[in-house]
């Protein structure tokens, strides 16, 4: 008999039927004798229509946090009850449960929560009594008894969180994709579900674009050791398990290809390499809330530099007059601003063992006849900028070359 | 500087502009410096579209009644984050607050729940803190933090309860009616706004159809001498002050006449007087959840009786067969059901004291000629079934021959 928490998102519980076959699903596995704490998102579509309720009565204000919290946290709330009346009106014993129920406690940042401590007991105390413990998922309590919300995709880090709290054997995601695949399978079709990934690969993935799992909730199950299987509810195929690397992990070199084409590229030309500039520039940017990807500098023989950096394309308008007022009064040097660059990244654990990947990649990629504007990498991870309309080509170049596209 | 409990409605707050309006009447309200608690009941709709939600995932089953309290008391959640958020937005200073969190404690009757404590000490920390309280109306929570619910209209009742809890100078109750009437302005044009009216006189009026007002809230405000002012959210104009009877009330003879058309006449013909009939008849009755209104009965000289009660003619089908069955195995006299009759009323404290008020009543159906099926009488009021196709005819006669229709 197993432990299991099982999280369906917003699709999988979007409508009044596939809230049944999320009922059925469940009562299977209860049937099969496992214990269950099931968390549920909120209905698909739902947390949008809320959020457009609040704004509406805000008269052009940004909506107050704490009431939008309390608003929004609603739609997990229908979905476990409509959850739970599924499961006993189909002879499952089964009881909603609430944060304020379970007693997860937050941070007091609203809309943005981070989870400080789950009070495991009374979840226990449902699963003693032979009941389905279903969690409304996002939602948080904060010291004062505020209700506070965990911020997009929060669900999967309650699932995870609970897992971690009641140290289930398992953590299954059930989603609209049926697991991790090599590379986007629209772009390549001889693409494969990754059966096994390691957390450190997940995480480059999941910043990457293939968003399957929430970054913060594979942050917490690496932290935690716990097991996360991502799978789909409309069929009962295995998905991929995301856990720690094993040495059957460490064989492969690249686990998968990934490309994003959310990136605008900013270049300042030609500066003073002067101490600072860099911490200068990039705390403002930081200030401004402009999340900066990847960064690149090289310093030239006459103490000038090329210094780039990459942004989404929706902060590039922030970032440029940020990048103009770092060249100073003297207005030595410019701007150069690119929207139009790609980003295509391999990712696996092998490549601290394996020399020569980084260097394979860019042979590939000169073979298909596609120019890298700029590099970046990481222990794990080996990045390059090339022009957007090369994206798909560089994709399906490094997935063959890489030989992603056998069976595994 | 006063203490005011404000309710809305569902259709005051049934949109976004109408949160709009409510927010600036409770602007209002506090710049003018009054403390205020409002209570808010779903936007209109909501409710009954979270119900048949619940009844659609249940599968032919009634809903767990626990998860369908979880369940419908997100309208009022989502109802009072928007109008805390609408209050924020101008500048007010605001909290919503659901059930848990000001520890409105109810039995574990979910659906039904009856209001068992309430601690006023989070309340008062809200307004000390200078801000308005919206608390979501119809919610509480049981000893064991399960959320409940108190039944239809149960917003008016939480209204009512925190206006004792917290001694509150009045608790305005803002619906779609202006106010009670003396009778049904569609009926009689001349129906006049009654500006102030004893608890006991709208307890009558209430179970007349006169729904402004649901009964139980007006029975907790008679216990706890709670001053409501019934009043619509559209306009300032004044309405109905529901409070204690005082001399001036007392000149009142007739405060108002009612028509009561759901109503369906059972008769029991000829029936042997035996000891219990009647208590078995009602007993099983009661256990069939048929509420019964009025009950008549003449015993005539040969011992054999004619037994006569009315019911809400959704309940007639489930009234009948029992009536059968309480003929006895001998089935001895015969069952006759009339769904065509029409309850009319009148209602006034000045009945106690003043005599032959009844006999007038039946004097001026007698002149309009309305034959009078039944009479039933209490303390401070009277009430006769007659033909429903004379119903509005007779409101007419009584409402003018009491003299109800001059402004008092």
């Given at each position: 008999?197993?432990?299991?928490?099982?999280k369906?998102?917003?699709?999988?519980?979007?409508?009044?039927?596939?809230?049944?076959?999320?009922?059925?699903r469940?009562?299977?596995?209860?049937?099969?004798?496992?214990?269950?704490?099931?968390?549920?998102?909120?209905?698909?579509?739902?947390?949008?229509?809320?959020?457009?309720?609040?704004?509406?009565?805000?008269?052009?204000?940004?909506?107050?946090?704490?009431?939008?919290?309390?608003?929004?946290?609603?739609?997990?709330?229908?979905?476990?009850?409509?959850?739970?009346?599924?499961?006993?009106?189909?002879?499952?014993?089964?009881?909603?449960l609430?944060?304020?129920?379970?007693?997860?406690?937050?941070?007091?940042?609203?809309?943005?929560?981070?989870?400080?401590?789950?009070?495991?007991?009374?979840?226990?105390?449902?699963?003693?009594?032979?009941?389905?413990?279903?969690?409304?998922g996002?939602?948080?309590?904060?010291e004062?008894?505020?209700?506070?919300?965990?911020?997009?995709?929060?669900?999967?880090?309650?699932?995870?969180?609970?897992?971690?709290?009641?140290?289930?054997?398992?953590?299954?995601?059930?989603t609209?994709?049926?697991?991790?695949?090599?590379?986007?399978?629209?772009?390549?079709?001889?693409?494969?579900?990754?059966?096994?990934?390691?957390?450190?690969?997940?995480?480059?993935?999941?910043?990457?674009?293939?968003?399957?799992?929430?970054?913060?909730?594979?942050?917490?199950?690496?932290?935690?050791?716990?097991?996360?299987?991502?799978?789909?509810?409309?069929?009962?195929?295995?998905?991929?398990?995301?856990?720690?690397?094993?040495?059957?992990?460490?064989?492969?070199?690249?686990?998968?290809?990934?490309?994003?084409?959310?990136?605008?590229?900013?270049?300042?030309?030609?500066?003073?390499?002067?101490?600072?500039?860099?911490?200068?520039?990039?705390?403002?940017?930081?200030?401004a809330?402009?999340?900066?990807?990847?960064?690149?500098?090289?310093?030239?023989?006459?103490?000038?530099?090329?210094?780039t950096?990459?942004?989404?394309?929706?902060?590039?308008?922030?970032?440029?007059?940020?990048?103009?007022r770092?060249?100073?009064?003297?207005?030595?040097?410019?701007?150069?601003?690119?929207?139009?660059?790609?980003?295509?990244?391999?990712?696996?654990?092998?490549?601290?063992?394996?020399?020569?990947?980084?260097?394979?990649?860019?042979?590939?990629?000169?073979?298909?006849?596609?120019?890298?504007?700029?590099?970046?990498?990481?222990?794990?991870?080996?990045?390059?900028?090339?022009?957007?309309?090369?994206?798909?080509?560089?994709?399906?170049?490094?997935?063959?070359?890489?030989?992603?596209?056998?069976?595994?």
């Open positions: 008999m197993a432990l299991i928490v099982q369906f998102g917003g699709t999988s519980v979007g409508s009044v039927e596939r809230i049944a076959n999320v009922a059925e469940v009562a299977r596995a209860r049937a099969a004798g496992d214990d269950l704490v099931v968390v549920v998102s909120a209905m698909s579509g739902e947390t949008n229509r809320l959020l457009a309720l609040g704004r509406d009565v805000a008269a052009e204000q940004a909506p107050h946090p704490r009431e939008l919290d309390a608003l929004v946290a609603t739609g997990e709330q229908v979905a476990s009850a409509l959850l739970a009346i599924a499961l006993e009106a189909r002879g499952v014993p089964a009881l909603s609430l944060a304020h129920q379970i007693r997860l406690r937050t941070d007091a940042a609203h809309t943005k929560a981070r989870i400080r401590t789950i009070d495991d007991r009374p979840l226990r105390e449902v699963l003693a009594a032979g009941r389905v413990a279903v969690v409304a996002f939602q948080g309590v904060d004062e008894g505020n209700i506070t919300t965990l911020g997009r995709g929060g669900s999967d880090t309650t699932a995870v969180a609970l897992a971690a709290a009641l140290g289930a054997d398992v953590c299954e995601i059930y609209d994709v049926d697991g991790v695949y090599t590379t986007d399978p629209r772009i390549c079709p001889s693409a494969q579900k990754v059966p096994k990934i390691s957390y450190e690969e997940m995480l480059e993935l999941a910043s990457l674009g293939a968003k399957v799992l929430q970054i913060r909730s594979v942050e917490m199950a690496m932290k935690h050791g716990v097991v996360v299987h991502v799978r789909t509810s409309f069929t009962d195929a295995e998905g991929t398990v995301v856990t720690k690397e094993d040495e059957s992990l460490e064989a492969i070199v690249v686990a998968g290809v990934a490309l994003d084409r959310d990136v605008a590229k900013v270049t300042i030309r030609g500066v003073s390499d002067e101490p600072g500039l860099a911490a200068t520039l990039f705390e403002a940017l930081a200030d809330h402009v999340v900066v990807d990847m960064i690149i500098q090289n310093v030239s023989e006459d103490d000038r530099t090329d210094l950096f990459t942004v989404s394309r929706g902060d590039v308008e922030t970032a440029r007059p940020i990048a103009e770092a060249l100073g009064e003297k207005k030595r040097g410019e701007v150069v601003v690119d929207t139009r660059p790609a980003k295509v990244s391999i990712v696996g654990l092998g490549m601290r063992t394996h020399a020569g990947v980084a260097a394979k990649m860019f042979r590939l990629l000169a073979a298909a006849g596609i120019n890298i504007e700029a590099i970046s990498t990481s222990e794990i991870k080996v990045s390059c900028l090339i022009a957007e309309a090369r994206g798909e080509d560089a994709v399906r170049a490094l997935h063959e070359g890489f030989g992603l596209g056998a069976p595994r």
